[in-house]
């Protein structure tokens, strides 16, 4: 198995852990009744259509820059990170622990909220789409005229459900009917206030973060940060230098493919066409850039 293949739910994977899920960019394995192990795949998806072929080390910019704001963002709220050691999961072969170095994240098992906390600081994709349909964004009023890619008078919360095909907006009313008030105002506290800290860092190496999406966990009664968070996948960051209201700024990471694809007689439904080594390549240097940019690290010293 390479690192940009899709595991078969049920099958088994690395040390004989069992697949909980396989999402589009990352597999589950069920580590033990407390823990989850989390294993990000070089895969990539454009248009919500998964390549075959993987861009050389996502998974590990992904983990690398994901594991850099836990740790950043500890005061703000606790997560579920527990290790990112090969050597804490147990039964790997050799082979499997090379593959995985720096691509896993052992994390405290949680049960997800039903909704995906979404934060937007300037109006682009569906908040630019609704705001040109209702003059607001999901309910809530805004000043008229704002160009796409403008910067929203403060940001936003606009939360969607989670679900397997296609994420639908939540009002407020309804997102906090969905988890309860006592968990609404704690998800709500936290996803600003994470969104506020990742646009500050962000800012200071040249990035604006136009909008990001956090998905929070229950383990008894404390709520905590899960999945990914402030990385590329789960965000939109733009280079200060490319924003201009009124434009559509491309995004930091995937821009370079999505430039390839526009250049094919593609339909955008899959199969996705076989990518070009070239463009993957590029992308792959567009993500350890990246992580350089964000982390200081670079990725060969991870
Ligand atoms: P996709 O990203 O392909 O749209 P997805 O977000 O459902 O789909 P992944 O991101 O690949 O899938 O997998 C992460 C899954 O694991 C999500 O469903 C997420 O809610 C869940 N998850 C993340 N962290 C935890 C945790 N600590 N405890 C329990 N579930 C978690
Ligand atoms: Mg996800």
Request: aromatic share 6%.
């Amino acid at each position: 198995r390479t690192a940009s293949q899709v595991a078969a739910p049920g099958s088994k994977g690395p040390g004989g852990l069992a697949l909980v899920a396989a999402g589009k960019v990352r597999d589950l394995y069920d580590l033990d009744r407390d823990h989850l192990l989390f294993v990000t795949s070089d895969r990539v998806s454009a248009f919500d259509v998964v390549l075959n072929e993987g861009v050389p080390n996502k998974g590990r910019v992904l983990t690398a820059v994901a594991t850099w704001w836990f740790e950043q963002t500890r005061d703000v709220i606790e997560n579920h990170l527990v290790s990112t050691s090969v050597d804490d999961v147990p039964g790997l072969s050799a082979a499997e622990r090379e593959t995985l170095a720096g691509r896993i994240m052992i994390v405290r098992r949680t049960r997800p909220t039903s909704v995906e906390w979404v934060v937007r600081g300037y109006l682009a994709g569906s908040g630019w789409k609704e705001y040109q349909r209702t003059g607001g964004l999901w309910g809530q009023e805004l000043p008229s005229g704002l160009e796409h890619a403008a910067a929203l008078p403060d940001p936003m919360l606009t939360p969607t459900t989670k679900d397997d095909a296609h994420d639908l907006p939540l009002s407020l009313d309804q997102a906090r009917e969905r988890v309860g008030d006592e968990v609404y105002a704690q998800a709500e506290r936290a996803a600003m206030a994470l969104f506020r800290r990742g646009s500050e860092v962000l800012s200071q190496r040249g990035l604006l973060l136009a909008d990001t999406k956090f998905e929070f966990g229950l383990i008894g009664d404390d709520l905590i940060l899960i999945d990914e968070a402030l990385t590329p996948d789960s965000s939109r960051m733009w280079p200060v230098s490319q924003w201009q209201p009124g434009t559509n700024p491309p995004a930091y990471d995937k821009q370079p493919l999505r430039d390839w694809l526009e250049t094919l007689d593609w339909n955008k439904q899959p199969p996705a066409p076989v990518a070009d080594p070239a463009v993957l390549e590029r992308l792959s240097l567009r993500y350890v850039e990246l992580c350089e940019r964000l982390t200081g690290r670079r990725l060969s010293s991870l």
